[in-house]
């Protein structure tokens, strides 16, 4: 298993933009696909986006889709999440996550989690 720690968080007016980074322990980093999930209070936690272990390929929700960018760094053993025009509606406690193999949106499949990092977005 692979162990996350997720920074980066902090309080943001709208419109603003942060970078979380997901720093991973732990050998084969890029055999794992990396995904960002978001939990605000009240809420399931809910998928945000995903890169394969290569980078190669991407998905995003559609609620993030065009203002959010994942990407990775397997030499560092991190991957990021760029966060631009922020909304209020974005808040909630980011969470990385990191699992083999297939592509996937369902949290479930994941078995690695980080603490989560908190993003709060003012209006």
């Known amino acids: 298993q692979v162990q996350l720690v997720e920074s980066g968080g902090g309080l943001v007016q709208a419109g603003g933009s942060l970078r979380l980074s997901c720093a991973a322990s732990?050998?084969?980093?890029?055999?794992?696909?990396m995904g960002w999930f978001r939990q605000a209070p009240g809420n399931e936690r809910e998928f945000v986006s995903i890169?394969?272990?290569?980078?190669?390929?991407?998905d995003y929700a559609d609620s993030v889709k065009g203002r959010f960018t994942i990407s990775r760094d397997n030499a560092k053993n991190t991957a990021y999440l760029q966060m631009n025009s922020l909304k209020p509606e974005d808040t909630a406690v980011y969470y990385c996550?990191?699992?083999?193999?297939?592509?996937?949106?369902?949290?479930?499949?994941?078995?690695?989690w980080g603490q989560g990092t908190q993003v709060t977005v003012s209006s």
């Open positions: 890169i394969s272990g290569s980078g190669g390929r991407t």
């Open positions: 732990g050998r084969s980093f890029s055999s794992y696909n």
């Open positions: 996550a990191a699992k083999l193999w297939t592509i996937t949106r369902d949290l479930s499949q994941f078995r690695s």
